[in-house]
């Protein structure tokens, strides 16, 4: 009986570490954990979006994501990739660089430059019009008219 058992257990173990791996985001993902991430790896080719909270439990934050997965479509166009950073304690990179206050989100456009902060959610809608409006992305544009 305890060889079956130690057979059955040794099977699932690996079936549950690859789950646990499953709920990690691929590098294509739109949102993902900012980490050890360092803006400067988005210079020039994406725009990233911050999402800080002081807990992923935050309603504001939980809101903010789900808003933004609704609209990936919009937000892929515009080349943007979100972060997020929901532990104050952690320190890192991201946090330290734009020292956000409880729930805030920030947009930075290709350049590096900070185009936006807001301490409430904002709708893709919203966000994507300021995108727009930005003379990087305007430039985009005026590019893909051209080449078509």
Do not use: C, H, Y
Request: glycine letters at 2%.
């Amino acid at each position: 009986m305890t060889r079956t058992l130690a057979i059955v257990f040794s099977a699932l173990i690996p079936l549950a570490a690859m789950a646990a791996d499953a709920t990690l985001p691929a590098e294509d993902e739109l949102v993902r954990a900012a980490g050890d991430t360092d803006l400067s790896e988005f210079l020039w080719v994406n725009r990233p979006i911050v999402v800080f909270a002081d807990s992923p439990a935050d309603p504001r934050f939980q809101q903010q994501i789900e808003m933004l997965r609704e609209g990936e479509a919009m937000l892929r166009d515009r080349d943007v990739v979100v972060l997020t950073d929901t532990d104050p304690k952690a320190r890192s990179a991201v946090r330290s660089k734009l020292r956000p206050r409880g729930f805030q989100l920030v947009l930075v456009d290709k350049d590096g430059v900070v185009k936006l902060r807001k301490p409430a959610p904002w709708s893709v809608r919203e966000i994507t019009r300021s995108i727009d409006k930005t003379p990087m992305r305007e430039r985009e544009i005026r590019e893909r008219r051209e080449s078509n």
